[in-house]
């Protein structure tokens, strides 16, 4: 893996060494324990760990002695679950259908920005979702959910039908729109919903993988007025991280209360 305080080398500094930009070996880690032919146990598990943990300690200490007037913590959870709970699901699903899975909803938006954070986060720097392993295990679940909640809701022909769009009105287009239709909610939709949010997180870090390397590697010569540049980049690019990591959980969340209001919907 490569990082900037692993570079010996800066630019004309006599080595002939090239930038050193960042590849798919910045993605990957070596295991803390076990190895690569069997289970093991590396960073990005470390931090999924470590995440869930700060998460679950996170609400148990806001309402494990809940108030009427509230504290600190107990204001900054609240508005956290409310904010998942009024502004996503009773948005997407309403009051009385989304009720439900608030819960999980909840947990799923604070896991997502929590593997989203730790990129930015020092010593940890690196966003588990960046591992494609990490959203498509979510998405999976999320599909899983879907699925079961379209067909138990409509029984197995209707739950057919709702995954299909079937319409008869269509007339003669009907099984051409049936085909495509089932493509893109069994096959499509999940896949996207697991790549959109990977991929953001992997295009982010490489951006400040580069420019974190770079302004390291400029810093010699006539190359530090370039690495003050490349420094600043650091700065604006960390600060529009924050921004995407709270979007992409919002927007994750956001899908799968559409695919379950999809689920519910008597019609399409």
């Not at 690569?36 to 990005?44: A, C, H, I, R, V």
């Not at 960046?130 to 022909?157: E, N, Q």
Request: proline share 4%; charged share 10%; glycine share 10%.
């Amino acid at each position: 893996m490569t990082l900037a305080f692993e570079i010996n080398c800066h630019f004309e500094d006599g080595t002939g060494c090239g930038f050193p930009g960042p590849t798919l070996y910045s993605f990957l880690f070596k295991p803390i324990f076990g190895d690569d032919s069997g289970l093991y146990f590396n960073k990005t598990m470390l931090l999924a760990l470590l995440g869930s943990i700060i998460i679950v300690g996170f609400f148990w200490a806001a309402f494990r002695k809940p108030k009427v007037v509230p504290g600190k913590l107990q204001m900054v959870a609240e508005a956290g679950y409310d904010f998942v709970r009024r502004g996503i699901v009773y948005e997407t699903l309403g009051k009385k259908e989304g009720e439900k899975y608030v819960p999980f909803m909840v947990a799923t938006f604070f896991f997502v920005w929590m593997m989203n954070l730790w990129s930015i986060i020092p010593l940890a720097q690196f966003p588990v979702t960046a591992v494609i392993a990490y959203p498509a295990g979510l998405a999976a679940v999320i599909y899983v959910m879907w699925m079961s909640v379209t067909f138990k809701r409509h029984g197995f022909v209707g739950g057919f039908k709702n995954i299909t769009g079937y319409d008869k009105s269509l007339g003669g287009i009907l099984p051409l729109v049936m085909v495509i239709e089932f493509f893109s909610n069994v096959l499509v939709r999940p896949f996207t919903h697991a790549v959109r949010l990977f991929a953001n997180m992997f295009a982010g870090h490489t951006l400040l993988l580069l420019f974190t390397i770079a302004s390291w590697y400029l810093l010699n010569g006539i190359g530090i007025a370039y690495a003050g540049v490349s420094f600043v980049m650091v700065i604006v690019m960390t600060a529009f991280e924050l921004f995407i990591q709270a979007v992409q959980a919002y927007v994750f969340v956001l899908l799968a209360c559409s695919f379950l209001q999809g689920a519910v919907a008597e019609h399409h």
